[in-house]
């Protein structure tokens, strides 16, 4: 499994431009990771610092060069504000796995902007990092993340097969196999 990311690849969908994170997004970024609506989901404190925000930009650099995580930002081709973020990581070499994580500005919700992300971060897992298998966990309350991962060939994991259930703990496990290898 391909895991470089040197050059950083920027992305392009036909409404969006997925880039690299650097400390000018740290204001929308802290603002995105502040907001009630995004959190009420996600395993993490419910605001950053500017400093904490800076100091997340140099850790993502870092699991950038160290080929162990990707984190894009989301902006719109016509306006380069990150509304939204998208990463692959905890990668298993062996298992050639990654897993996907997304969160997206509650006023860019419903229009079908995440689900273009994720085509073609699958796109880019799939065939330029040569992945065989895409992970994602998600809250067994959070339809709208359940509903996008089923929109885009996701399948839930049952039977624990790829997570297993103590590690999952409360969230639901989807996955996606490349049936091309």
């Known amino acids: 499994m391909n895991t470089s990311f040197t050059p950083f690849p920027d992305l392009q969908t036909d409404r969006l431009l997925l880039r690299r994170l650097d400390k000018n997004d740290c204001v929308q970024l802290q603002e995105l990771r502040s907001d009630e609506k995004v959190n009420r989901y996600l395993k993490r404190p419910k605001s950053i610092t500017i400093d904490e925000c800076e100091a997340f930009v140099k850790m993502i650099d870092g699991n950038l060069n160290d080929g162990i995580g990707a984190f894009w930002?989301?902006?719109?081709?016509?306006?380069?504000?990150?509304i939204g973020t998208v990463c692959l990581w905890n990668f298993s070499i062996e298992n050639e796995t990654a897993d996907l994580g997304y969160e997206l500005s509650p006023a860019y919700q419903g229009q079908g902007?995440?689900?273009?992300?994720?085509?073609?971060?699958?796109?880019?897992?799939f065939n330029t990092m040569q992945a065989k298998t895409i992970l994602a966990l998600t809250r067994p309350n959070n339809e709208?993340?359940?509903?996008?991962?089923k929109r885009s060939s996701f399948q839930q994991d049952?039977?624990?097969?790829?997570?297993n259930k103590e590690d999952a703990g409360e969230d639901?496990?989807?996955?996606?196999?490349?049936?091309?290898?």
């Open 113 to 125: 902007i995440m689900l273009e992300v994720v085509e073609k971060i699958i796109s880019y897992a």
């Open 73 to 82: 930002v989301i902006t719109q081709k016509t306006d380069n504000t990150l």
């Open 172 to 181: 639901v496990v989807y996955f996606l196999l490349d049936e091309t290898k």
């Open 158 to 163: 049952l039977d624990y097969q790829y997570v």
């Open 144 to 149: 709208g993340s359940r509903n996008l991962l």
